[in-house]
Structures are given as structure tokens and as C-alpha cells.
């Protein structure tokens, strides 16, 4: 670790942090330290930070906007890179739409809706990166990533950049297949041309639909689990008698069961049992065993 810290410090000087916490990072506003945190702006910056990682056997962690994501009170060992916005710029040919994947995904469907290009109104509101958003196969409202995205560029954990099909990428219900140690740098999309203003309308109708359903103004990572097939984990949670349901500071939300909210002070530790208990309860109730759609990060 030594060798890669003083590495990478002559290449990044002051951009490279020690024992950096990492709950600031993350949607929920819980995390602990990450042993090196490294923002990169270039695709040749991240390529240097993976090979050097490799080289001295040390492992990486991408992290994005930290949606969808529970990391450890612990943290994260090794290297963390967060990809700075030189590679979140919006390219625009036609219907191709070439987006950099560290872009806020909200972003990239106001600008596309706005030239008249449809398919991506399904993600308006959905939190976090366009390449996290890639990573989880998003969608919502009968649509979802795999169905515009044409290629997938990034940068292999020896740090060569390699281009991906959508067979590759391994699309599957809000999960991907991608190869080990793969981070994203940009996704090319195919759209449609379409009415702005008729998209407009449906954009913002999918935002007020998703405002009233989902806690916003309370830190979350999201959907806590994926709805099972043929059903919906709020729904299931709801009639385990979820709503509400606490574990030291992080509950349930009221406002929608498949949310855990931290109001203040949560941990971890605290998420992940909430989630269990949550999983034990459904399971008695239905029959069901819910799968987790937050990722759970770090030295648990």
C-alpha cells in the first residue's frame, strides 16, 4: 500500500486522500474510511491509478454518486476512484448519444429530452451516474437501460480500455454482468426522435409520480430489494408490516416500504440488520425471499 500511496501522490498529488471517510459520498450518508480515495478526470489518469493498483496487488472499488450502495462502517479497503465530471460530458449525433459516466443520469434525460430524443424518460429522477446507472440495468415505468444502450466503453483492471457490447455487458433484471474489475467511462445510447413538448409532459409526469411514492428528502439509497417476479417488494413489505420499523437510527420510511431512511446517525450495521429482519419477515409472511437490490460494500 505504501508503494502505491507514494505512486500515486507524485502523479495526483493533493486529489489523492488518506483514510478518507466516504459517508459524504454515498446517497444514504453512511460509510466509513476508504484506506486511498482518488478523483480521476481522464480515461489515460484512470488508467495509470488501475494499473499501478494491479501492480501492487491492490484491490479497486469504483464508486459513483454512492446510490444504490450500503458501504460498511468499516470502509473500504485498498483503492476507492470516483471519476471526476471531465468524464461526464454529453455528445449528441443525430439519435446516437454518447454520455461520460460519471454525468448525473437525471442530467443526461433533461438534455436529450429537450433535442427531442426519446427513450430515456423512464429514468427522470432516478438518482446517481450514468455509468451507475449502466451497472444496475435502471429502469422504472416499462423501461430500462438495456433496451437503448448500444456500447459500453471503460477500462479493464490492468487499465486498458476495451468496448463492450450489450451482449457483453450481460444485461439481466437491474444487474449486469460486466467483467471483473471493469469501471465505465461511457455509454453510447440509440434513441428515437420524438415531440419535446409531449416528452416533456411525460417526463415530468414520471418526476411528480415518483416524488409522491418515494422519501426524497430523507437520505436512502434507493430501492432496498428487487421486486420478486409477478410482484412488488413494497408491497410485500408493507403487508409484513414494515412500514415504520426501526433498528437504532435507521428505519423503514412511512411514505413507501421498500425505502430505509436514515433520519440522522445511521449506521451500517444497523441498515444491513433492518434488511434482514425485513427478508426473515417476508419470508414468514409470503414465502418470499426478497433479493437485495443495494449493494453492500467494504470489510464487513
Known amino acids: 500500500m505504501n508503494r502505491l500511496e507514494r505512486e500515486l501522490g507524485e502523479r495526483f498529488g493533493e486529489r489523492l486522500c488518506l ?7 454515498t446517497s444514504f450518508r453512511i460509510g466509513g474510511p476508504a484506506d486511498l ?18 501492480r501492487n496487488e491492490t484491490p479497486v ?20 476512484v470516483r471519476l471526476g465530471q471531465g468524464l461526464g460530458g454529453i455528445e449528441i449525433d443525430g439519435c446516437k448519444v454518447a454520455a461520460g459516466a460519471a454525468g448525473e443520469l437525471r442530467r ?16 427522470e429522477g432516478i438518482p446517481g451516474t450514468v455509468g451507475g446507472g449502466l451497472v444496475m440495468n435502471a429502469g422504472a415505468f416499462g423501461g430500462e437501460m438495456s433496451r437503448v444502450v448500444t456500447r459500453v466503453r471503460g477500462a479493464t483492471r490492468a487499465g486498458e480500455i476495451r468496448v463492450l457490447s450489450p451482449e457483453e455487458v450481460g444485461f439481466a433484471y437491474r444487474r449486469t454482468e460486466l467483467p471483473e474489475g471493469f469501471t465505465i467511462t461511457r455509454v453510447d445510447f440509440e434513441l428515437r426522435p420524438g415531440d419535446p413538448e409531449l416528452l416533456r409532459r411525460r417526463m415530468l409526469d414520471f ?5 409522491a411514492r418515494q422519501p426524497a428528502a430523507v437520505p436512502n439509497a434507493g430501492s432496498i430489494f428487487k421486486n420478486p417476479p409477478g410482484g412488488f417488494a413494497g408491497r ?3 403487508q409484513a408490516g414494515l412500514k415504520g420499523v426501526r433498528e437504532g437510527n435507521a428505519m423503514f420510511s412511512e411514505q413507501h416500504a421498500n425505502f430505509i431512511v ?27 425471499v426478497l433479493e437485495p437490490e443495494v449493494r453492500l460494500v467494504g470489510e464487513w
Open 19 to 25: 483514510n478518507w471517510p466516504l459517508a459524504a459520498f
Open 236 to 238: 410485500l413489505l408493507e
Open 37 to 54: 480515495l482518488l478523483t480521476v478526470e481522464t480515461e489515460q489518469e484512470l488508467c495509470f491509478a488501475l494499473e499501478a493498483a494491479l
Open 262 to 288: 436514515n433520519p440522522g446517525g445511521a449506521t451500517a450495521a444497523q441498515v444491513r440488520a433492518l434488511m434482514e429482519t425485513a427478508r426473515e419477515r417476508v419470508r414468514t409472511t409470503s414465502g418470499i
Open 108 to 123: 443526461l434525460v433533461e438534455v436529450v429530452v429537450n433535442r427531442g430524443l426519446e427513450g430515456l424518460e423512464f429514468a
Open 207 to 211: 418526476r411528480a409520480r415518483r416524488a
Open 61 to 80: 472499488f469504483c464508486l459513483g454518486a454512492g446510490t444504490n450502495l450500503l458501504v460498511s462502517d468499516r470502509g473500504i479497503r485498498g483503492l476507492v
